[in-house]
């Protein structure tokens, strides 16, 4: 089946610091990939929408210059979380769509556990 | 818009226990398709089902079954005998039209030995 993996899986850093988390599509090539921010018992909120090659579309909320994608290749995204705060400390879960299937399809990564100190 | 509500926000059962996890959604989109997801403590999404809005028949998967009935637009999870190693998150999420994914709330399952 279609794996995502996401690295780190779980990441400690400062106030201020910028943190990068890279998601990638292992046996498939993803077209689009997806970001999703969890908090603490609650639903998984979708930050973003990346296509390969063209800018990411931010949903309503999420700060782009704050979350900055990128999706350079068809196996490739990352998300680098810039000038981190506290409130920034988050589950992070990416998901990818495969290229070749329905749009409705996406396969999720195992998550990346973000706190900021 | 697209919606989907899991009222139930915390299950707690005994193990042996059947358990209904109830998923209602809505969609203006004749085609649509319906998921339900794991959330164990690891946080790793399991996915578990999906649907297409013309499939209505019901599924089973061993101690899994899902009942999709689109006249009260509900896709409703049970879980036969239950055990503890079910104890997690489950999401149900609904993906139509043009629109990405939207998940529910989750409802946690706590099953007790």
């Known amino acids: 089946g279609a794996v995502v993996s996401q690295h780190p899986s779980w990441v400690i850093c400062k106030s201020g610091t910028s943190v990068k988390i890279e998601c990638r599509s292992l046996d498939f090539q993803a077209t689009t990939m997806f970001w999703y921010r969890q908090f603490p018992k609650q639903s998984l909120m979708l930050m973003a929408t990346?296509?390969?090659?063209?800018?990411?579309?931010?949903e309503q909320g999420v700060e782009k210059d704050k979350f900055l994608i990128n999706h350079a290749s068809l196996t490739l995204s990352t998300l680098t979380v810039t000038s981190a705060h506290p409130e920034d400390s988050s589950f992070y879960i990416c998901?990818?769509?495969?290229?070749?299937?329905?749009?409705?399809?996406?396969?999720f990564g195992p998550g990346t556990r973000l706190t900021v100190t | 818009a697209q919606k989907v509500t899991q009222a139930q926000t915390e299950i707690s059962v005994v193990e042996k226990e059947d358990v209904t996890l109830d998923c209602v959604y809505e969609?203006?989109?004749?085609?649509?398709?319906l998921f339900w997801y794991k959330q164990p403590p690891s946080g790793e999404l399991v996915f578990l089902i999906r649907r297409n809005s013309f499939d209505e028949q019901n599924e089973i998967s061993g101690r899994y079954s899902w009942n999709f009935q689109k006249s009260t637009s509900s896709f409703n999870f049970t879980i036969t005998a239950s055990q503890v190693v079910d104890s997690a998150v489950y999401f149900c999420a609904l993906a139509s039209g043009y629109s990405t994914l939207t998940f529910g709330k989750g409802t946690m399952l706590l099953v007790s030995p």
């Open positions: 969609t203006r989109d004749t085609t649509y398709y």
């Open positions: 998901s990818a769509r495969d290229h070749g299937t329905s749009r409705y399809e996406q396969y």
């Open positions: 990346s296509n390969e090659g063209s800018k990411a579309t931010y």
